[in-house]
């Protein structure tokens, strides 16, 4: 069991930053892949950004490449989003997510475990 709990959003301008985190306690971190998440209103859950459990591979939904990058520390139990030249349309509740079984993932159902989200507003 791992618990999740994301930090970081809130409301901010196009074009502006924020970062996100996500904090990790329960089981040994460095066991997960760990991938974010999205789900505006209206709109079904996507997949935002994923990082490998071992391997330092990162991987992006179209959407958000060249804009966000994920990143993780093993030693802090956390995982980071950074999001830059937000745009109106990455307004979302964002959610963490953890999974033990497979390297690297990008499909909301191999995910085991959920964070309770964060809001990120973009006004444009």
């Known amino acids: 069991q791992v618990q999740l709990v994301e930090s970081g959003g809130g409301l901010v301008q196009a074009g502006d930053s924020l970062r996100l985190s996500c904090a990790a306690s329960?089981?040994?971190?460095?066991?997960?892949?760990m991938g974010w998440f999205r789900q505006a209103p209206g709109k079904e859950r996507e997949f935002v950004a994923s990082s490998s459990r071992t391997l330092g591979v990162f991987y992006y939904a179209d959407s958000v490449k060249g804009r966000f990058t994920i990143s993780r520390d093993n030693a802090k139990n956390t995982v980071y989003l950074e999001m830059n030249s937000l745009k109106p349309a990455d307004t979302a509740v964002y959610y963490c997510?953890?999974?033990?079984?497979?390297?690297?993932?990008?499909?909301?159902?191999?995910?085991?475990?959920w964070g309770q989200g964060t809001q990120v507003t973009v006004s444009s």
């Open positions: 997510a953890a999974d033990s079984s497979r390297e690297l993932g990008s499909r909301s159902w191999q995910y085991e475990y």
């Open positions: 329960g089981r040994t971190f460095s066991n997960y892949a």
